[in-house]
């Protein structure tokens, strides 16, 4: 069997006194969505800094498609196809959808922000930015600024800010958050689009998306892995239903 394309061992880090992180370890296989649910606080956010090269961890590793990367920084782990979304917007509000793209592009390139103008204006920019704002459903919105779109409009074009680099895995931190029932079923629809041509990590807080979504699932509680599997599995799980679905749940269920 080949290695999976990400693979975690005894990852851990703390805060001060806090347990971010504790011995995470994670398998996960090419073309796989992996949700990663928990309380808040649990260290999902962590956990997507420690992938994405943001925060260094204390002890563990990290292996992506055959390399170890625990050492790599944030641009060279996006070289090598890593990319995330962030739970709140990370967008430059002035720019239009398509400028925010073409200039993910170019800092993927490895070009300086410096050669903005250039940004806006090249065609090899541009047109694999638009491609990801068609791919995502936000074509028509192209010329629209930031500032003018909905919120949803705002999460879906931070994905599209993701993809425009071509990543091989994908980290999501709450792509749903904030959200309208309406846009959260446009956003799902979406990933639902993109699951099984691209790995993604998936961090979300509701659980019918989870199941709607996920291929598997790990739960985190206070910075550890309590359990990881199919989604059966996980539902089926004491540990989950009393830490984390509700023990109401697990004495009636
Ligand atoms: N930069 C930091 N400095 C100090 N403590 C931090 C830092 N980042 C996270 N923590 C703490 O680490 C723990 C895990 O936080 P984290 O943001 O990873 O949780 P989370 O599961 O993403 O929560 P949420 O569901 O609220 O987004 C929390 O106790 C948090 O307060
Ligand atoms: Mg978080």
Redesign the pocket.
Known sequence: MSEPLLQVAGLTKRFGGVIAAEAIALAIPAGECHAVIGP?GAG???L?GLLAGEIAPERGSIRFDGRDITALAVPGRSQLGLARSF?ITSLFADFTALDNVALAVQAHDGHSFRFLTDARRDAALREPARAALEAIGLGSRADARVDKLSHGEQRQLEIAVALATKPRLLLL??PMAGLGSDESARMVAMLRRLKGSLTMVL?EHDMATVFALADRITVLVYGRVIASGDPAAVRADAAVREAYLGEQDARHG
């Open positions: 808040n999902k956010t962590t997507v739970q931190d709450e961090i």
